[in-house]
């Protein structure tokens, strides 16, 4: 299978699927989508942005024991980022690492077990996770799709993540009375208000020097309508980004509204869940076996800053991880993926599901 997955990697890696051209979404789920003839396919469709599910018999399972999940979508790149290539025993090229190596390896594992393994194994097909998965995974759960666990093929360097921060984007709209700038007393200027809330803000959420697994707040853009030097402004912005950890869910906004002053408020724009799922899970424990098992060694179990589609799953009580081969360079012009830990990956998940009962 190790030459099958390579060369389906690159046939992925090809096609320029960002979410600026639409055509090459549907393009690259019908290419990840022809080793699946046998299977049946459930497609989804959402403001144009094209998905699948893919399982065995006819009738899609209530609650599929497991689900793989592959996005199939890439940041834009430059044009030669599309020509996959091998080199020092790396595949480079744009999605080589996020994440359609894993991608190619989950479809062709699907294909060799889901018709032998004595459970339901569903396999998860998505065009829209580097921009949130609302249209893909969201949606695909919106219309009743669950699983008792999912593994997501994102980039972990073979460790386990089991943890991901949730996102709040949120901006806090300072009100004021405008006056002439020399007649400051006349008024009430908008942006001391803002002063006064970054003030409370740098106490509670100081700036991290170094990396730390801890709930974040970056202060992205601070504003006002106001043009002019010769005016007290009436009105100031603040746009936050806040990352939060799972233990801080409960908290978060109210220790936001905790730090208002009088004249401000908070207006959440976007609330997305963090991603959890307890280390002691019995799908974590056998998949950890089964790399113990092909590495030789106990992989780590891991949390990650950014966001992935299980934090979907997780919002309606289905557990997963994300776990995928080793590489680096995701977003970067220097993007690859180990092919050894392609073929390490593959090993590791036909171990895993064949353990499962």
Same mark, same amino acid.
Not at 6 to 14: C, G
Not at 106 to 118: D, G, H, R, T, Y
Not at 180 to 205: C, D, E, I, Q
Not at 344 to 349: A, F, R, S
């Given at each position: 299978?190790? /030459? ?21 979404? +549907? =393009? ?6 022809? *080793? ?13 942005? *094209? ?26 790149? +430059? ?14 090229? =744009? ?31 998505? /065009? ?9 995974? +969201? ?37 004021? #009375? ?7 007393? &006349?008024? /009430? ?16 959420? *100081? ?27 009436? &009105? ?27 004249? #401000? ?11 959890? #799922? ?53 977003? /970067? ?25």
């Amino acid at each position: 299978m190790s /030459t099958d997955v390579l060369s389906f990697s690159k046939s992925l890696i090809a096609i320029e699927s960002v979410k600026e051209k639409p055509a090459m979404l +549907k =393009r690259v789920l019908e290419e990840a989508l022809k *080793p699946l003839s046998g299977f049946t396919i459930e497609r989804f469709e959402k403001n144009g942005v *094209p998905s699948a599910l893919v399982y065995t018999g006819a009738i899609r399972p209530k609650r599929f024991k497991i689900l793989l999940n592959a996005h199939l979508d890439v940041v834009p790149a +430059k044009s030669e980022q599309f020509k996959p290539f091998e080199k020092g025993g790396k595949l480079w090229g =744009r999605g080589t690492n996020d994440m359609k190596a894993a991608a190619a390896a989950e479809i062709l594992v699907f294909k060799e077990l889901a018709k032998s393994l004595p459970y339901s194994l569903g396999l998860q097909l998505v /065009t829209d996770e580097e921009i949130g998965g609302h249209n893909g995974a +969201k949606y695909q759960i919106e219309k009743g799709v669950r699983a008792d666990f999912a593994i997501a093929g994102e980039p972990t360097d073979m460790d386990i993540n089991n943890q991901s921060k949730g996102v709040i984007w949120a901006k806090i709209n300072c009100s004021g #009375t405008s006056a002439h700038g020399a007649y400051p007393w &006349n008024g /009430t200027n908008a942006l001391w208000k803002a002063h006064r809330f970054l003030s409370a803000l740098r106490l509670v959420y *100081p700036v991290p020097t170094k990396e730390v697994w801890k709930t974040t707040v970056n202060v992205a853009r601070i504003e006002t309508s106001n043009g002019t030097f010769n005016k007290v402004p009436d &009105n100031a912005s603040i746009w936050l980004d806040i990352r939060y950890i799972p233990k801080d869910t409960d908290t978060v906004i109210d220790r936001l509204d905790a730090m208002l002053p009088e004249g #401000t408020e908070l207006d959440i724009i976007v609330q997305e869940p963090c991603q959890f #799922t307890r280390k002691n899970n019995e799908y974590i424990a056998l998949l950890s076996g089964a790399l113990q098992n092909v590495l030789k060694k106990k992989p780590q179990i891991i949390v990650k800053h950014g966001a992935a589609d299980i934090r979907h799953f997780n919002a309606v009580d289905c557990d997963g991880v994300t776990w995928g081969p080793v590489g680096t360079g995701l977003h /970067t012009d220097n993007e690859w993926v180990s092919i050894k830990s392609m073929i390490e990956y593959v090993q590791t998940l036909q171990i895993f599901l064949k353990t499962i009962s």
